[in-house]
């Protein structure tokens, strides 16, 4: 069974950066699609990045600029750079299995915990 553990949140003021990174296991993930979603306080959860095993990648309009993700597929492992940091970006950040054009579904049925972002000053 795939196993996915996110680190790397915390609390950023408006304008700053964070990088959160997701450790996989149980499965390669070379093999697919990965990506990140986020889930915001009485939110459905939403995929904001993709990134093809050979590294291109996908960005929801409301992240596009902002954010950076990317792969090792080595180490098994996801980040994304999260750069000029706004409060809406508050949510609980997930990686997964995605879709390219980050549509519904694709995502293995086990999820991790998440990582915790809060823009706040």
């Known amino acids: 069974q795939v196993q996915l553990v996110e680190s790397g949140g915390g609390l950023a003021q408006p304008g700053g950066s964070l990088r959160v990174s997701c450790a996989a296991s149980g499965t390669r993930i070379s093999l697919y699609i990965m990506g990140w979603y986020r889930q915001a306080p009485g939110q459905q959860r939403e995929a904001i990045a993709a990134?093809?095993?050979?590294?291109?990648?996908n960005y929801a309009s409301s992240v596009k600029g902002r954010f950076t993700i990317s792969r090792d597929n080595a180490k098994n492992m996801v980040n994304l750079q999260m750069n000029n940091l706004k409060p809406e970006d508050t949510a609980i950040y997930y990686c997964?299995?995605?879709?390219?054009?980050?549509?519904?579904?694709?995502?293995?049925?086990?999820w991790g915990q998440g990582t915790q972002v809060t823009v706040s000053s």
């Open positions: 997964n299995r995605i879709d390219y054009g980050l549509g519904p579904g694709r995502h293995f049925d086990s």
């Open positions: 990134i093809t095993p050979a590294g291109t990648a």
